[in-house]
Nanobody, 116 residues
C-alpha cells in the first residue's frame, strides 16, 4: 500500500526558512516522479514543484522560483522541499504526491504558516 509521511511544517517569520520532508513506502520510490502541492482553504490545490525519478529534472510554479528547491534521496525514499525567503502568501497545507499505476497518492499534509 502506497503511503507517505510528511514532516517539517510549522510557524516561521517572513524571510525565514523551512525544510519539508516526505517519506514514501509501499512502492518503488525511485521509479516515480514526485511533486509538492499546497492548498489554502477555499482555493484549488496548487502544484508547487516536481522532480524526476533521478532528480535530474525539476520544475516550479513561478511564484516560488528562486526561493524553493525540490530534491530527493532515493536511498531514503524521501523527497524534500527547501523553502527560503518565505512570504505570508506561502501559508498553506503542503502535500507530497505521486502517480502510481495511474492513480494519485497523497500525503496527509503539513501546515506551513508564515507570520510575524
Amino acid at each position: 500500500q502506497v503511503q507517505f509521511m510528511e514532516s517539517g511544517g510549522g510557524l516561521v517569520q517572513p524571510g525565514g526558512s523551512l525544510r519539508l520532508s516526505c517519506a514514501g513506502s509501499g512502492f518503488t520510490f525511485s521509479a516515480y516522479a514526485m511533486s509538492w502541492y499546497r492548498q489554502v482553504p477555499g482555493k484549488e490545490r496548487e502544484l508547487v514543484a516536481t522532480i524526476s525519478t533521478a532528480g535530474t529534472s525539476t520544475s516550479y510554479v513561478d511564484s516560488v522560483k528562486g526561493r524553493f528547491t525540490i530534491s530527493r534521496d532515493n536511498a531514503k525514499n524521501t523527497v524534500y522541499l527547501q523553502m527560503n525567503d518565505l512570504k505570508p502568501e506561502d501559508t498553506a497545507v503542503y502535500y507530497c504526491k505521486t502517480t502510481y499505476r495511474w492513480r494519485d497518492y497523497w500525503g496527509p499534509g503539513t501546515q506551513v504558516t508564515v507570520s510575524s
